[in-house]
């Protein structure tokens, strides 16, 4: 696999992730979220404005190497993530289509609910976004996913 030029990490505040030397600190979003999918006391619930900057984020990318997204367990807000960013950069794209690729390369995902509803919202789906997920259902129970690759562009 090519050098990863950008990292988007989604992850809660108190954890601290060091952007690697390889990576310049402006091609490093850090989204400080909890993987809640409802307002909770004393957590940070994902917001319209993390996933504004995640879709900013990923159309700012240039795509010439590797864009990479990590959450704690690999499972939940990455997966999330992934998903809004393949949504974001295929706009014509059948969100159902873009899910079962997300699947078929992590079969332990499990998008965070909440992330991909703002996400649909954002980018005018009209709830696609939301019924795909809903479709590929739960993944594999697993304490961590495994590292995962999807092609940024998807046919339409």
Same mark, same amino acid.
């Given at each position: 696999?090519?050098?990863?030029?950008?990292?988007?990490?989604?992850?809660?505040?108190?954890?601290?992730?060091?952007?690697?030397?390889?990576?310049?600190?402006?091609?490093?979003?850090?989204?400080?979220?909890? =993987?809640?999918?409802?307002?909770?006391?004393?957590?940070?619930?994902?917001?319209?404005?993390?996933? /504004?900057?995640?879709?900013?984020?990923?159309?700012?990318? =240039?795509?010439?190497?590797?864009?990479?997204?990590?959450?704690?367990?690999?499972?939940?807000?990455?997966?999330?993530?992934?998903?809004?960013?393949?949504?974001?950069?295929?706009?014509?794209?059948?969100?159902? /289509?873009?899910?079962?690729?997300?699947?078929?390369?992590?079969?332990?995902?499990?998008?965070?609910?909440?992330?991909?509803?703002?996400?649909?919202?954002?980018?005018?789906?009209?709830?696609?976004?939301? /019924?795909?997920?809903?479709?590929?259902?739960?993944?594999?129970? /697993?304490?961590?996913?495994?590292?995962?690759?999807?092609?940024?562009?998807?046919?339409?």
């Amino acid at each position: 696999m090519a050098r990863v030029s950008h990292l988007v990490t989604l992850i809660n505040g108190e954890t601290l992730i060091d952007t690697p030397e390889t990576i310049g600190q402006d091609r490093h979003l850090r989204l400080s979220m909890n =993987d809640i999918a409802e307002p909770r006391d004393g957590l940070v619930v994902p917001s319209e404005d993390h996933v /504004a900057k995640l879709i900013q984020f990923a159309e700012d990318w =240039d795509q010439n190497a590797p864009l990479l997204i990590h959450c704690w367990a690999g499972i939940s807000r990455s997966t999330a993530g992934a998903f809004v960013v393949l949504c974001a950069l295929n706009p014509r794209a059948d969100e159902h /289509a873009l899910a079962r690729a997300l699947r078929r390369a992590s079969p332990t995902a499990y998008p965070n609910r909440r992330i991909v509803a703002l996400a649909d919202d954002v980018l005018g789906r009209g709830g696609r976004m939301n /019924a795909a997920v809903d479709h590929i259902g739960r993944g594999l129970l /697993a304490e961590e996913g495994k590292v995962f690759s999807l092609p940024a562009r998807h046919a339409v």
